[in-house]
């Protein structure tokens, strides 16, 4: 795979000659003249190779490269270095989307041993084969608890919602027949008393989610049983990697287990892409949405894996189908499963457990400042929601921190567009994070904040 492939004169005359055009302008003679961009592109002198390497690397040299405890859903994990090459093989890259079986075994192979990885990190019975990201799996969620019970039009949801979930089942149930109702938050959890008063014949589905958006963990106990009385479906939206620590969705008694793989193996980049992840029990394995590879035997006796339950509208009659979702994360689903195939179990669990003591000693040390204190007493894992005394004195804070070389945290309130989340600062404390680091954004808080 060469990085530069460049077009002589000769070579673009060659192309123009081939379609029957005069010249690259010709091409764009159906684009009304109204609407081009008639001025000459404000583009410097041509620059020679090392000349241009030197700008990129002036223009890198000017990002922030930061101890990052920035959290809400995308982490600053320890990722091994062998995850990247691995990932990275022409024979994974170039055969992302495996059509045929019979050339594809290897990816096919791939996905299915991370479909094996999700069932036994949730505790159910068949996962797909990936999604986009943890917030569109939600709404793939909410569609099977519609399409599972009949004359339903109404799911509930959490509060406690990461607010991108809210806005995509938002934005899904929009030119639809279906509701989306919000279940009000106290204290920082999802109102379980205020949920029971919401349930009627109508609501097909819960949607519920912890570690929540403001990292705490949330107790379900019999929650299930209660919803399966009323036939209403349980969805449980967990980061994979706390369920090294807390109960599965399987163990919760869920019908439907999502979540984003982001924290097991992907990078954040920017913000993706991610993975989303959706497993489900066994009589709901017809109605998940996307691709899922099974096994099988060839015609010779060996092992094989092929696609199989098709349910992409491209497979089947689009009336039929149960998604219009077209492809999966197949690239970041190898990712994940190699990096979970290198850690093993003892891994995710010493990367939790680490997680949960250093956000523990963060907290505990920050929270006899006088200008700053836990927004709700409850258990948390990784994250927590310090609430300030003022939104000045927080910006004040990570100002200061930034000085430092500290991103300190997510601000909720840009999240949430709430004005009573502006002084409230999300704070993730990752496995990767050393006492150094955590003693020296105590050391400023403590500077500020006393």
């Known amino acids: 795979m060469i990085p530069y492939a460049p077009h002589t004169d000769g070579d673009r005359q060659r192309m123009l000659d081939s379609i029957g055009v005069t010249s690259v302008d010709e091409l764009f003679d159906d684009i009304p003249r109204s609407i081009r961009y008639e001025d000459t592109l404000p583009i410097g002198n041509s620059l020679s190779e090392h000349e241009v390497m030197q700008r990129l690397t002036q223009l890198a040299s000017r990002n922030l490269n930061a101890v990052c405890f920035l959290g809400a859903g995308s982490y600053d994990r320890i990722i091994p270095a062998a ?28 996905i299915f041993e991370y479909q094996t990885i999700i069932c036994e990190l949730t505790g159910m019975d068949v996962s797909n084969a990936s999604l986009y990201d943890g917030h569109s799996a939600a709404a793939e969620a909410a569609a099977i608890c519609l399409a599972s019970k009949r004359k339903s039009s109404v799911v509930l949801a959490s509060s406690t919602l990461h607010p991108f979930t809210l806005q995509v089942l938002d934005t899904w149930a929009k030119g639809t027949d279906f509701t989306v109702e919000l279940i009000p938050e106290a204290d920082g959890v999802c109102d379980l008393a205020a949920l029971q008063t919401q349930l009627r014949p109508e609501v097909a589905g819960v949607i519920l989610q912890s570690p929540n958006i403001y990292g705490f963990l949330e107790n379900y106990e019999g929650l299930a049983q209660r919803l399966h009385e009323q036939n209403v479906m349980l ?45 489900v029990r066994k009589d709901q394995m017809r109605k998940m949405p996307g691709r899922i590879v099974g096994q099988t035997k060839d015609s010779q006796g060996r092992r094989a894996y092929v696609l199989t339950l098709q349910a992409r509208e491209q497979h089947i009659k689009r009336e039929r189908a149960t998604s219009n ?38 907290a505990k040390s920050l929270t006899g400042l006088s200008k700053v204190a836990l927004a709700w007493d409850n258990p948390f894992w990784c994250e927590f929601p310090l609430r300030f005394s003022s939104a000045e004195v927080m910006e004040h804070f990570l100002a200061e921190l930034k000085k430092e070389g500290i991103l300190g945290g997510v601000r909720l309130g840009q999240l949430t567009k709430e004005t009573d989340d502006a002084a409230i600062l999300l704070v993730a404390v990752t496995e990767k994070r050393t006492k150094s680091e955590l003693d020296r954004y105590i050391a400023v808080a403590r500077r500020v904040l006393a």
């Open 235 to 279: 969805v449980i939206s967990s980061d994979p990697l706390s369920l090294a620590l807390q109960k599965s969705q399987g163990e919760w008694g869920a019908d439907i287990a999502i979540g984003d793989t982001q924290p097991l193996g992907l990078s954040s980049a920017f913000g993706g892409p991610s993975c989303g992840y959706l497993a």
């Open 325 to 362: 979702i077209c492809s999966n994360q197949a690239l970041a689903a190898l990712t994940t499963t190699i990096h979970v195939s290198l850690v093993g179990w003892n891994g995710m669990v010493e990367a939790a457990r680490q997680s949960l003591d250093k956000a523990s000693y963060l």
């Open 83 to 110: 995850v990247k090459a691995l990932s990275s093989l022409p024979s994974f890259v170039t055969a992302y989307t495996p059509y045929q079986p019979e050339i594809s075994q290897g990816l096919l192979q791939a």
